[in-house]
Structure formats: structure tokens, C-alpha cells
């Protein structure tokens, strides 16, 4: 009796070994003879599944982001507000193994985007998609009061940009910036999101500058762009 095959489980075993191999190599380095190597299976068995390594690319990518998706409610799970949030880009950083070869494989898939544009469309579908992800843990951080009145989007298109350049910088300065360094750079961002609130003195009423008037204590905005107000 002949053995029946699973074909989406084939084809996620070649992509995922596609994975591996991408970050051994490298996506120039990268052949259908070491994938069919890695996978076990031989170079007419990756042809029957796929047929370019841009696919191949492409299928790994979506395993990648789904077992990200997966991961997402577990990581936040029992977190509100400012502390999901924060959860949330801890995990999508480089700060384990699986965070690391993940970062890998976009960063592959960064550099062959640029010059494809069907894959371009992924790119830039996938990554509107995660920055609604984290407009809405802004958004919700804000209703808690944590966050000060900010434009979620703008916010979260900052966070996102810090997030892609610390995981580029930790996986080309390993040794600057490790897990340490990267949650000290994301919790200083965090910090300065915080709402401003009146500069209290020792007998709890605000504080009063040289001239009388009323100050407060101020926390600098990463960028001019986040004190754009939601619009109405």
C-alpha cells in the first residue's frame, strides 16, 4: 500500500529547512542542493514544492510569522496596558535564539524585496499588518492612562523603526548589543511616552518657577513627530 503524503506538512518541512539553511549560508549562499541536503529529501522532491528560491523564501517566511502570530497571545498573556506593550517588543527583538534566527530570515528577506516587487507586496502588507499590532497595544496602554496623548500610529510606526534597527544592530555588533543593551534601549524609548504631569514640592502642590508661574516636569518625546495630536 503506498504511503500517503502530506503535502502541507512536505512543503513546511522543505521551508523550513530552507530557514536553516538561509541562516547558515546566507541567501546568496543559499542552493537547492543544501536545502535538499538539510531536508533529507532530494532536488526533484524541492522542485515538485517550489519553483524559485524567491518561493522558498517566501513560504519560510510565512512559517516564521506564524509561529510568531502563535507566540503573541502567550506572551502577553495576563499583561495590560504599557506592559503588553512592552512584552510584545521584547519578544519580536533578538533576545533569544529563536528571536535571532527569526530576524535572520527578515533581513533576507529584506534585501531580495528590493528587488522584487512580489515580494515587496509581501513586505509591505506584513509589515502594515504587525504595526497595527502594536497601534493597538498603544491605543490600550493610552485608555490605562500610561501613555501620553500621542498619535498612536506615529508611535507605533517610531517603535517599529527602533525595533528593526536594534535587531539589525544585534545581529551585526553581538557584543554591544546583547539583551541587556537592547531592553535598556527599549525601555528608555518606553519612558519617554510617559503622560506629563505637574512637578510636585515637598508639601504636594505644584511647583512654581523663578517668576511665579506654575511648572512642570517634562519627559523629552523620541521624536518631534510623536506630539502630533489624534485627530478628532
Not at 512559517?63 to 521584547?90: K, M, Q, T, W, Y
Not at 516587487?117 to 504587525?130: G, N, T
Request: with cysteine; glycine share 6%.
Amino acid at each position: 500500500m503506498p504511503k500517503i503524503v502530506d503535502h502541507e506538512d512536505r512543503r513546511r518541512e522543505l521551508a523550513e529547512a530552507a530557514w536553516r539553511v538561509i541562516i547558515k549560508y546566507g541567501l546568496d549562499g543559499t542552493t537547492t542542493r543544501l536545502i535538499a541536503k538539510e531536508s533529507g529529501y532530494s532536488a526533484g522532491v524541492l522542485a515538485h514544492y517550489f519553483e524559485s528560491k524567491d518561493e522558498i523564501l517566501l513560504e519560510a517566511l510565512r512559517i516564521s510569522h506564524e509561529n510568531i502570530e502563535r507566540r503573541v497571545p502567550e506572551v502577553i498573556e495576563g499583561r495590560e496596558g504599557l506592559d503588553a506593550l512592552r512584552a510584545f517588543c521584547l519578544d519580536v527583538l533578538p533576545t533569544g535564539e529563536q528571536q535571532v534566527r527569526e530576524t535572520h530570515l527578515e533581513m533576507s528577506f529584506w534585501s531580495r524585496a528590493l528587488v522584487n516587487s512580489e515580494l515587496l507586496a509581501v513586505q509591505r502588507a506584513e509589515s502594515s499588518r504587525w504595526r497595527r499590532v502594536l497601534q493597538s497595544l498603544v491605543e490600550a496602554a493610552q485608555r490605562r492612562g500610561e501613555i501620553g496623548d500621542f498619535d498612536p500610529r506615529v508611535v507605533a510606526v517610531n517603535l517599529s523603526a527602533l525595533m528593526d534597527g536594534l535587531s539589525i544592530y544585534a545581529l551585526l555588533y553581538p557584543d554591544r548589543f546583547g539583551k541587556p543593551e537592547l531592553v535598556r534601549m527599549l525601555d528608555a524609548f518606553l519612558a519617554t511616552l510617559a503622560p506629563t504631569r505637574p512637578l510636585r514640592s515637598a508639601d504636594g502642590n505644584a511647583g512654581t518657577n523663578t517668576d511665579g508661574a506654575r511648572s512642570a516636569r517634562r519627559r523629552p518625546a523620541p521624536a518631534a513627530s510623536l506630539r502630533t495630536r489624534r485627530r478628532s
